[in-house]
Nanobody, 121 residues
Framework: QVQLVESGGGLVQPGGSLRLSCAAS????????MGWFRQAPGKEREFVAT????????YYADSVKGRFTISRDNAENMVYLQMNNLKPEDTAVYYC??????????????WGQGTQVTVSS
């Protein structure tokens, strides 16, 4: 079992930055790939970024490539999403998830409760 709790969301102006954190509990955390997804009102949940269990490999959605960075600290059971040059279209609830190294949400076994990110002037 892995429990996930996101934090770090908030209101930011376009062009600003936020760093999301995901705290994991459970002894098997380091054996899972981790992903970040987001869901805007009226839209389906979409993939943002994923990282392998070791942190050696990452993959991003085209919409965030070059602006967002996913990282993890297995010693601290933490996953991060650094978001720079934020745009209004990045506004959504952001979720972290533990599972396979994939873009498909159904391949992830555990999910956090989400944190709201709002990009607006």
């Amino acid at each position: 079992q892995v429990q996930l709790v996101e934090s770090g969301g908030g209101l930011v102006q376009p062009g600003g930055s936020l760093r999301l954190s995901c705290a994991a509990s459970g002894r098997t955390f380091s054996s899972y790939a981790m992903g970040w997804f987001r869901q805007a009102p009226g839209k389906e949940r979409e993939f943002v970024a994923t990282i392998t269990w070791s942190g050696a490999n990452t993959y991003y959605a085209d919409s965030v490539k070059g602006r967002f960075t996913i990282s993890r600290d297995n010693a601290e059971n933490m996953v991060y999403l650094q978001m720079n040059n934020l745009k209004p279209e990045d506004t959504a609830v952001y979720y972290c998830a533990a599972g396979a190294y994939t873009t498909q949400p159904y391949e992830y076994d555990y999910w956090g409760q989400g944190t709201q990110v709002t990009v607006s002037s």
